[in-house]
């Protein structure tokens, strides 16, 4: 039971990051084009606690992945990665106003139905 702990923390915390930093770029501008504009992009987002919390997050993530694939092979464990995209994918529609369509419905329908399939 404890692996799929390690996998639901590994879940939790990429997901958190990711809509984290959709949240937080929405603050600053477009990414810019001319390396130097973009080297001071990099050092303004990075100044933001909250996106400096999505990179702790991803760090965390790593740690908890480990723990989990010292439980499980990584054929197994691995597809249980993927449900991060179905909670991205509701998240951000309800946060973000993003769109839900009927293909991403069924991606998500496939993305689950694959999961069962290589867990079994």
């Known amino acids: 039971m404890i692996g799929y702990i390690y996998i639901f923390l590994t879940l939790l915390l990429t997901t958190y990051g990711q809509l984290i930093l959709k949240w937080r770029l929405q603050f ?6 001319q390396f130097r504009q973009q080297m001071l992009y990099f050092l303004k987002v990075l100044a933001d606690p909250y996106v400096l919390s999505s990179f702790a997050a991803a760090f965390l993530a790593s ?6 694939l010292t439980r499980f092979d990584l054929s197994y464990a691995y597809p249980f990665t993927s449900l991060s995209f179905i909670v991205v994918l509701i998240l951000s529609y309800l946060l973000f106003n993003e769109p839900f369509t009927l293909n991403k419905l069924v991606g998500v329908l496939l993305i ?3 999961v069962y399939i290589a867990a079994k």
């Not at 740690?63 to 989990?68: G, K, P, R, S």
Request: aromatic residues 14%; hydrophobic residues 60%.
């Open 63 to 68: 740690l908890t992945w480990i723990a989990a």
């Open 28 to 33: 600053h501008e477009q990414f810019p084009v």
């Open 112 to 114: 689950i139905a694959g």
